[in-house]
């Protein structure tokens, strides 16, 4: 009887054991990416006046269905994909205003640029800040990338003395997530650009007339 029964578990453990062994076997199919700075070119070259500049970048405001680790598309009709095995390796807002920070010190030529948060006594030595409010930050893979911010310029007292929007489109040639991306870089690097453009503009005729 009781060798009946011991083989009567041992056929019964025996699948549960092999469920578990092929659960384990199972590959985790998810991918994440990260925003990388791809600077445009600057259209004049930076002065003294504008290289000894200290930036701050941020807040960045998303949207809420953005607001997510999963990478977010949108087809022609404007129907939303939140992809389930495609995500950001960080979160959005931080992300953004990384590359936008990086882009800015190739563009403007200063070091001197700071990311929201600031730390410490940050704040006080700041000449510029410029905040962000992201509208759309997706594409359609193969398609195009779709940068739509609004954007303000605040001088070292904290006053608003610029506030512009930013539509950028950028051409996907690839298919998948990794032309997309690829995409959403080079629109960041337009939106620096008109940053620092306005910058560079504010920032000489300051120093022409002290």
């Not at 578990?20 to 994440?32: I, P």
């Not at 992809?83 to 030529?109: C, F, K, M, T």
Request: charged residues 20%.
């Amino acid at each position: 009887m009781i060798r009946r029964l011991a083989r009567c578990l041992a056929v019964v453990v025996f699948p549960a054991g092999a469920l578990a062994l092929a659960g384990c076997a199972v590959k985790d199919a998810t991918k994440f990416y990260v925003l990388s700075a791809t600077p445009a070119s600057p259209r004049t070259p930076a002065t003294s006046a504008v290289s000894n500049l200290a930036v701050g970048v941020g807040p960045v405001l998303l949207p809420g269905y953005l607001d997510r680790v999963q990478i977010v598309t949108r087809d022609s009709s404007d129907e939303i994909q939140i992809s389930v095995y495609h995500r950001w390796a960080e979160p959005l807002e931080n992300g953004i205003a990384q590359v936008v920070a990086d882009d800015l010190a190739a563009v403007v030529g200063s070091e001197r640029i700071a990311v929201y948060p600031w730390r410490g006594g940050v704040s006080r030595v700041l000449d510029y800040q410029v905040a962000i409010q992201v509208l759309r930050f997706e594409g359609a893979p193969g398609r195009q990338a779709t940068l739509d911010a609004r954007w303000r310029l605040l001088n070292r007292d904290g006053q608003e003395i610029v506030l512009k929007r930013s539509t950028i489109t950028e051409p996907i040639s690839g298919e998948g997530y990794q032309p997309l991306v690829l995409g959403l870089n080079r629109a960041l690097g337009t939106l620096a650009g008109e940053i620092a453009a306005e910058i560079q503009s504010r920032a000489n005729t300051r120093a022409a007339g002290s």
